[in-house]
């Protein structure tokens, strides 16, 4: 099966509630000037392959509760979130284009972006609130604070600290494990499952989270850059240390090179050098090693559950996300 | 009784539940790098005079409910959003200094204020769900999504429209009386209000808030420099329309120096002197009565309620709001 029938698959199980939910995503309360909402709505419109809301649905359809509206609200509020954060991170970034579509913060002020930030936020807490179940919420709030805290100690860590495998675990789940963990705890929470079977989702969420984070750091240094969409080694040359460079210090030790890429020091040309060590070394196929432990140990955690048509298309992503070229 | 006598009331009515409050807002989760933490602790302790938990807890103590851990809980997450959305106020206004202490914006990047504001989000909402009830969570999300749609529309409504009365009431309402109601709705429904107590609640806030905002409002003319703590005016010379020039507008129609500072293009003399006139002139005490007005309209919201001492140190608040000199 090839990756593009895989999401097909995931998609065509849940194309009507996924449809719900986009319509409940756009369907945002007052919010002015009209350029802004337009801005606004173009993000969410443009909101890349809406895996996370998927994740919710297929859980959903695991209990057999994909029709309930509460399932609905749930799945826009993880999506909202998860938004929410990328409005505020492109503004801390500074960056200027995301999935192809101008930043708010290439077009609005600084203020401009943070409020409407904080404006996504109240309204995918008000989203999740529409579930009327505390543990739904309870789990949203926490969500919220792993993510920022662990943007916090990104911000602030020293790159001493940042080259070492336990730091790049804190980091990845912090920012994109522990949403995964939100889509199918809500999506089981909603669904009224067991203490055992969320721990089994918590540990899927976990695993699948940290094989797609490894997966795109690795795809940021072998990807050709006019299907990524960035230069070969982007995270790098801004100074971000993923497991591909952690395995390569490993392999080869620090020399005055690497040294200088892990203060963010280099010159371009430096860069390029590096870059290209580091795609040709060992170092790519032993991190694309560790997604595919990670992607094991999540398809593990979903033995638990019956087998099920939802249940194959959530074992169907993990493929995907070792698989998957950008 | 004087102002002071007043609050010292309020306080002591609740002061041990209010000593807890306290406590619960400086047990901050996470934070790095120490720095930081020490920057949030100090502005969190240094959070003025707590008039939103109180509120919160003279509610609970009318309905006999002030012991229960949830209203602890539940105070300070009504204290903690304030703080949240001060922390990112001061960042869009690039403020230095609030209640005489530096602001994170003045001391750290733009990107660890914005973050550290959405931390104390996650914080406020994760303290409002300790109280394990969804109607506290999504009164919470609605008052955020009421606070953010109010500082959109606020930077973008152009000055034709900030100097009428109609905006004026929708800003104070989303800037001031929606924390207040929050502050109070959010006591009776953790204490188990009826729906016409809570209604009556809502009034109360609304209108309380609406006066207490215009008073600020009016102190922002009247007050005294050093012990308002900023330049006589200094709304309208940073372009904030308010009651008392939105009066004077209507007394007097524009001028040409009143288009000037409507537009936030006067120069210091000519803000001198037309602060100077609004100082002078009688939208001062007609901008006051209509503070009474409101009080008075809070005081009856309050009539639903049996006599006891925590409503009388609510309807003392409603007092102070209109005496008050800072």
Request: glycine share 6%; no cysteine; hydrophobic share 45%.
């Given at each position: 099966m090839t990756n593009e029938s895989t999401t097909h698959h995931a998609h065509a199980l849940v194309a009507s509630q996924l449809a719900a939910v986009e319509e409940a995503l756009l369907n945002l309360p007052d919010i002015q000037p009209p350029a802004l909402r337009k801005a606004v709505e173009t993000i969410v419109a443009s909101g890349g392959k809406r895996q996370r809301p998927i994740m919710t649905l297929l859980v959903a359809g695991m209990f057999g509760n994909l029709n309930e509206r509460k399932v609905i609200d749930v799945a826009a509020a993880v999506e909202m979130l998860h938004t929410a954060t990328?409005?505020?991170?492109?503004?801390?970034?500074?960056?200027?284009?995301?999935?192809?579509?101008?930043?708010?913060?290439?077009?609005w002020t600084p203020a401009a972006t943070v409020l409407t930030g904080d404006y996504l936020f109240a309204f995918a807490?008000?989203?999740?609130?529409?579930?009327?179940?505390?543990?739904?919420?309870?789990?949203?709030?926490?969500?919220?604070?792993?993510?920022?805290a662990g943007e916090l100690r990104q911000a602030f860590t020293d790159w001493e600290r940042r080259?070492?495998?336990?730091?790049?675990?804190?980091?990845?789940?912090?920012?994109?494990?522990?949403?995964?963990v939100l889509a199918v705890t809500e999506g089981g929470v909603i669904s009224g499952a067991s203490e055992q079977h969320i721990e089994a989702l918590r540990q899927f969420g976990t695993f699948y989270g940290n094989a797609f984070q490894i997966m795109?750091?690795?795809l940021d240094f072998t990807g050709?850059?006019?299907?990524?969409?960035?230069p070969v080694g982007s995270d790098l040359r801004?100074?971000?240390?993923?497991?591909?460079?952690?395995?390569?210090?490993?392999?080869?030790?620090?020399?005055?090179?690497?040294?200088c890429a892990l203060k963010g020091e280099c010159t371009n040309l430096e860069y390029d050098a590096i870059v290209d060590m580091i795609r040709?070394?060992?170092?790519?196929?032993?991190?694309?090693?560790?997604?595919?432990?990670?992607?094991?140990?999540?398809?593990?955690?979903?033995e638990i559950f019956p087998d099920s048509p939802y249940r194959a298309?959530?074992?169907?992503?993990?493929?995907?996300a070792v698989s998957r070229k950008l």
């Open positions: 990328l409005v505020h991170d492109d503004l801390i970034d500074g960056s200027l284009v995301r999935r192809g579509t101008a930043t708010l913060n290439a077009a807490a008000g989203l999740a609130s529409r579930a009327n179940n505390v543990q739904v919420m309870t789990i949203f709030a926490d969500t919220l604070g792993v993510v920022v080259s070492t495998r336990e730091d790049y675990a804190k980091r990845i789940y912090a920012k994109t494990a522990s949403m995964f795109d750091d690795v050709d850059q006019a299907t990524v969409g960035k801004h100074g971000l240390i993923t497991l591909p460079t952690i395995v390569f210090l490993e392999q080869n030790g620090k020399n005055s090179m690497m040294n040709k070394s060992d170092a790519i196929s032993i991190s694309i090693n560790e997604a595919a432990i990670q992607t094991h140990r999540a398809r593990r955690a979903l298309a959530l074992l169907e992503l993990t493929d995907l």
